[in-house]
């Protein structure tokens, strides 16, 4: 099956960004990974942690390159440019550098969308090339052609998978092959069960995981809804339930059947040829791309009428289909051409010459630890509720079945990684009350309540926002913001007493994985609104209330009060 | 190395003869451009050789206060891609069945030769005037093509160019809400610049910018953008809690002269936490929010307005839910064609 990587980013922005390449690059005899980022990161077209332009080169800047966010996305956009014809190896034998390609210098130069060029590059792609020669796939496949042929044969609507089933797993040129495709896929149609059966043996037959053969799909379903051949549609014709599944156009069908008209080269054939004629192969190939991408090519005319009486034995009167750029190497294209786009200023961009930022960006993030040490007895008097004195039953028994205060913690973590809101809201009241505060979980379906839970204070209240391990694992940007809405809402409503330098919480199973950008929020609200945001995770509250309960050490408390960013403790 | 030039480089050019001191605009009709000789016409497309029906220019989709803004470079006008160039006749074409009859495009025809139908569809004009020559579309007519549309954006217009209705609404939104998430950033931006601000959005797939997108209006106000077609009005009010600490800190815009903006596609309903939620803000922080919806936006575009949030305008908040007060006034009208309610336009719904 082809694998297509999934480089995760939209034509409108794809055709930004070589715009922006080329303006900067196109000078140059070849272009790096460095070039590119430097350039992407300068035009503002990534971003690092809220920051564009250098900083976000700096801030991305690691020791070691492959996790340098900045290089990594400047490879991405090489891989989806390079699979479109617009860039191409310098070198015969090595990936990187590049250059820009001759399409891909129409593209760049576009004064419009340069839609139909993309459409063109697009169909362009066609597997075996010689610029593939590593692959893990061996399929003889101009997919997208064939894809749309399979959605027209299958009555027009398809689910994904089929497309790993079908289009991706044939060899298009043998029409048996293609056909016995067809009848595999109408025959799996009916039973959702059959399907996935399918669809699971293709997956261990590759060695890969179900989803990251679905992966495999994102990348040319993104491709045909930019060119306009597919759109969503929800089916339940296909298999019984309703299926999120995908339908031709008018226009796929219309650029199928052009297709089907036209001489579609592909490599093996190409390379049978004489060289006179794989020239004029490759020059029809460029020009005829160009024309049906809407260009004005009456300046080649008399070169196009000799290479089409150069190649009529092969290709007769009909149109050619054949992408140079993503089927051999540029030299043979060049020279076809009588081009060099090799020629140029040294590569010069380097990401290293923007000094790292990593470490303050680390500095950031930095959690405080809480140390255990205050003796402290549990606040009984607090826990009158059903849910407390079940949880003050469960850690009893733990104690009396021999487990440390680190066992407990451990057991009672795992045990609750399953809990919904109705369970976890009231957990968590139950340990800020074991802490000796008053505590209010909200129950579910009070909407007046803003808030999840509120530690009530005669003047210094503490809005609680929670987010249960079911509704979300680790804390979220969503979690901080809501800790503030939470804060705003208790000083404006005043339904209990607080003081604008009392911080708000925000508790979650585990710390956020985004822990730069929450700190970051935090920071800025503190800026901003003067407001405290404190982050604290459910094992930090699990061993400050088991510390209290079984060791009898408890925090010093006063410090929830004014707590800002995220915070653990530890025995 | 030859590059090739695509095709609609060379379309046909028309140049005015004189330029017209007003234009009238009305539903039905192309564009009436009136002559400083007493006389008038309906200027055909002009066929620009940089449609401004179809591209928006590159300050439009910067904001001038932060410039180092990471933002979306497309300059598409048309947020839902319905608009397109046909080469056979050198004049834009829409696709009706996309078309969110916004009226982007028709706002920013130069001669208003785009102009709504009876039955509400953008059409092109194409049948010549007496007012227009054709030139070769060599660099000398170009450039006084160029020339001109300048001068023609100077033109003071009147006129509605598309009526208001329930019927009209009620499609527009069964459209709207059909769209693709990728398209919701798009419309907000493109109405607010052809409501005559300078907007600039997120690119898509950058989680690192989280507001949708900034805004800067007419007269220099600026402001955060969250965009939201969803039911969750509360996540854009908190977004815009976030986006204004963002902006202060990184970019360093005072809460205070941040004129943060929600666009929502309905109101939300009178029982929704989101109207207590923006009177909080206000009455804890002095900032007020404003709340626009697509629909009023549309409204005020096919009302020759501009978007201008000067003395906190669209404020709407859980003791005036109304929006349609704040439109009329702005559009000079004395009532708005649309029912109570109708969609969460000009009011909540429920």
Known sequence: MIRFRNPGTQYSTQIQVIKLLYNALHDQAFFTLDDMAVVIAQGKMMTAYGYAGDDALRLSNTDQKSRNSAWNNAKMYAEIFRMLGWVTPYHESNSYPMVFTYIGTHVAQSTGDCS?????CVLGI???????????????????KCALRT???????MYKHELCLGPMSVNDEDEQAYQDMIQSLKSLRGSHRRLDRAFNALAESLGMKPGSVDNC??????????CGWVEDVSDRSLYGSALDCLQITQHGIETYESLADMYDLRLDQYLRLDEPTQQSMIRLGIYSMLQRAGYDISDVQAQVA??????????GDKDLLFSPYQTIRRAQVERALGIDMGIGLESGLH??????AVKDREALYGIETWSLNIPEAASRELLALPEDQAFLHQVDQMVEGGKSSREIVDALFDHYIDATKDTFYPLIATLFKIMGFDCRFSRAGDNGARWDAIIDDTERSIPI?????????????????????NKIILLSRRTYMTLPEVSTLAVGYYMPNERAEVARLISDIRTTYGYRVGVIDLKSLLTIAVSILVDGKGFEKEKLYTLEGLVNADF | MRIFKENRDHSRLAILKDIPVSLEIHQGIPGTAHFRDGGSDQISCLGCTVPRCMYLSDSDIECSHIKGFPCDRSVMAC???????????????????????????????PVGALYFSDQGEPEVNMTPGDSVINMRPDQAGQDLHACQIEQLLQVPRSGISLQASDPLFETIYEKLQRLGNAYHNPVGRNLLIALGCRCAMRRIGDVYTRMDAVYSSPAGSFGAVEIEFGKDTLDASRGILDDIAVLNTRYGVHKHNNRALVICLQLPNERQGYWQVVKDIRVVEGIKLSTITVGALMFLLWNGCVFEPENDRYYIDFDNMDLRHIICIQADCDSIPLSNGELGIMEPNK
């Open chain 1, 151 to 157: 959605f027209i044969d299958l009555g027009g609507v």
């Open chain 1, 351 to 356: 990401t290293e010459t923007f000094g790292s």
């Open chain 1, 217 to 226: 799909t994102r990348l040319p379903i993104a491709l045909m809804k930019s």
């Open chain 1, 116 to 120: 139909k060029l993309y459409e063109q």
């Open chain 1, 306 to 315: 000799e290479d089409r009486a150069q190649s009529r034995g092969i290709i």
């Open chain 1, 465 to 485: 926002e929670i987010k249960s391990p079911t509704e979300e694992q680790h804390l979220s940007i969503k979690a901080i913001r809501q800790a503030l809405e």
């Open chain 2, 79 to 109: 947020p839902v891609d319905a608009i397109a160039w046909n080469d056979r006749s050198a004049a834009p074409v829409i696709d009706q069945q996309r078309c969110i009859r916004c009226g982007i495009c028709v706002s920013r025809c």
């Open chain 1, 126 to 144: 066609n597997s075996p090339t010689l610029l593939t020669s590593r692959m893990r796939y061996d399929e003889r496949v101009r997919f997208f």
